[in-house]
């Protein structure tokens, strides 16, 4: 696509419920990145996938937390026993390569807003 | 412990003015400085980035001022312009290693 696609944009879940969220990359980017953006907050680093692979997982608050590429192209977070405290608009990004070199922009979705009844 | 702090947290600038966004971190290993703008209800998109071996980058308005021996880089928008109002996020990575840590954001409205 043309864009990186996050589905869905809004969910409403009550405290306990598990939750799932997908990002759909730019077709073609390997590194895939998902961030936390809490209101008035910069983003959160949560975790990043090269291909198929968590290459970094080290931003997961804890193992309520989990994140899958089986294919090495769309992705879904998944929250159990949601929190109130987990709510928070969750990002996805996506570049051609790992970021960290510098070289390759991270371009973002709009983002999933979570919130936690 | 923020990596990256980011002020001031809000600022309004009159049309035409310049706004100025600054950014001070502590970690030494960092190598890429990007800005990002975001507006409401949207994702981040990247506005201009600059490694430590440059003081200073422009791109059309926006220019990064980096000040190495302070630990310090900040964005300078020109003639700022009502479509400018957004929040600006400023980042840092160590390149091939860390994940990018953004700062806490900056809300800038630019008023006629």
């Known amino acids: 696509g043309a864009g990186v696609s996050q589905t869905p944009s809004n969910k409403v879940t009550e405290k306990g419920k598990y939750v799932e969220l997908r990002c759909d990359p730019i077709s073609g980017h390997t590194a895939l990145y998902w961030y936390r953006q809490s209101l008035g907050q910069g983003p959160e680093f949560l975790i990043y996938?090269?291909?198929?692979?968590?290459?970094?997982d080290s931003g997961l608050p804890n193992d309520r937390f989990f994140a899958v590429r089986p294919e090495g192209s769309v992705s879904t977070l998944k929250i159990q026993r949601t929190e109130r405290g987990d709510s928070a608009v969750y990002l996805c990004a996506s570049s051609l390569g790992t970021v960290w070199a510098g070289a390759n922009v991270l371009t973002f979705g709009a983002g999933s807003r979570l919130t936690v009844l | 412990q923020q990596q990256v702090k980011q002020s001031p947290q809000s600022l309004i600038v009159q049309k035409g003015g310049i706004s100025i966004i600054n950014c001070a971190y502590e970690n030494t290993a960092f190598d890429y400085f990007p800005w990002y703008q975001q507006f409401p209800g949207k994702g981040p998109a990247l506005l201009i980035a600059i490694r430590p071996d440059v003081s200073e980058k422009k791109e059309g308005r926006f220019t990064i001022s980096f000040n190495k021996s302070a630990k310090q880089f900040s964005l300078h928008i020109m003639d700022s312009q009502p479509g400018d109002s957004a929040t600006y996020f400023c980042a840092a990575s160590v390149s091939g290693n860390t994940p990018l840590v953004f700062g806490k954001g900056t809300r800038l409205s630019v008023i006629a």
């Open positions: 996938f090269q291909g198929t692979g968590a290459a970094d």
